[in-house]
Nanobody, 127 residues
Framework: QVQLVESGGGLVQAGASLRLSCVVSGGTFSNYAMGWFRQAPGKEREFVGAISTRSGRTYYADSVKGRITISKDNAKNTLYGQMISLKPEDTAVYYC????????????????????WGQGTQVTVSS
């Protein structure tokens, strides 16, 4: 059973930084492409960014591009999301997700492609 556990959320002021973490257990982490998604109150869950299985290729949503860096530490079975210059509109529950990577550079921005999901971590940015 693959399990994902996020951490690193919190209450911060606008302009602050946060590093989100997602620890994966129960599977071979290096075989998975990973993604971050978020859901703000009253809104649908949306794509934030993704990283490929092994090549390190990343892809980000326009709304966060330049303010988030996603990385994958296969030795620690951990996905990271380093966020800077946070804005109130970044307030949301952030979820990590995993999908078996078909090849080294595989990644996806589509929620329906991901098989495994964490429970989420709350990020609140005050103005």
């Amino acid at each position: 059973q693959v399990q994902l556990v996020e951490s690193g959320g919190g209450l911060v002021q606008a302009g602050a930084s946060l590093r989100l973490s997602c620890v994966v257990s129960g599977g071979t982490f290096s075989n998975y492409a990973m993604g971050w998604f978020r859901q703000a109150p009253g809104k649908e869950r949306e794509f934030v960014g993704a990283i490929s299985t092994r090549s390190g290729r990343t892809y980000y949503a326009d709304s966060v591009k330049g303010r988030i860096t996603i990385s994958k530490d296969n030795a620690k079975n951990t996905l990271y999301g380093q966020m800077i210059s946070l804005k109130p509109e970044d307030t949301a529950v952030y979820y990590c997700a995993a999908v078996y990577g078909r090849y080294d550079s595989y990644l996806s921005s589509l929620e329906r492609d991901y098989r495994y999901w964490g429970q989420g971590t709350q990020v609140t940015v005050s103005s």
